[in-house]
């Protein structure tokens, strides 16, 4: 069951869940696909031996997009029925919106992505509450880790 194997294959061999309960906008299309030009395609979709996705319906449609030929995927065990299929879909789907943002940590690794050049559209945010530049006036300070070398926030200030 914990057997994980991924594989490439074409992208034309796949064929988007035609009852994917989760809907992608254009904007979450075009992110995904932002994503994948910048970082590569870091997870495998799920796929049913018949080729139908049941995880990753958007990344497939951002590689599409991007123009990518191949793609990486792990097939659901051949044992599975339909009805489990369905309900790994929706548990990937569903069980991200169950977790909350830690808006503190988040801002302040959003501030340090900022201070080093990254464009906050590029992975995905365009505001947070409370708005990032409260924290950048009162955590404005960086410094550089002793360890690594890269500026992270003064969290003493």
Known sequence: MNDLRVTKVKISSLQSDPDNARKHSIKNIDSIAG??????????????????????????????????TDIFVSFVPADWSFEQARAYALVDNGTAELAEWD??????????????????????????????????????????CKDCGRKVLDKAN
């Open 35 to 68: 994503s994948l030009k910048r970082f590569g395609q870091r997870k495998p979709l799920v796929v049913t031996g018949a080729g139908i996705v049941i995880a990753g319906n958007g990344t497939l449609e951002a590689a599409k997009q991007i123009g990518w």
């Open 103 to 144: 808006n503190d940590k988040l801002a302040m690794q959003l501030i340090e992505l900022d201070s080093v050049g990254w464009e906050l559209d590029d992975v995905g945010f365009e505001k947070l509450e409370p708005p990032i530049d409260e924290y950048k006036e009162k955590k404005s300070s960086f410094v550089e």
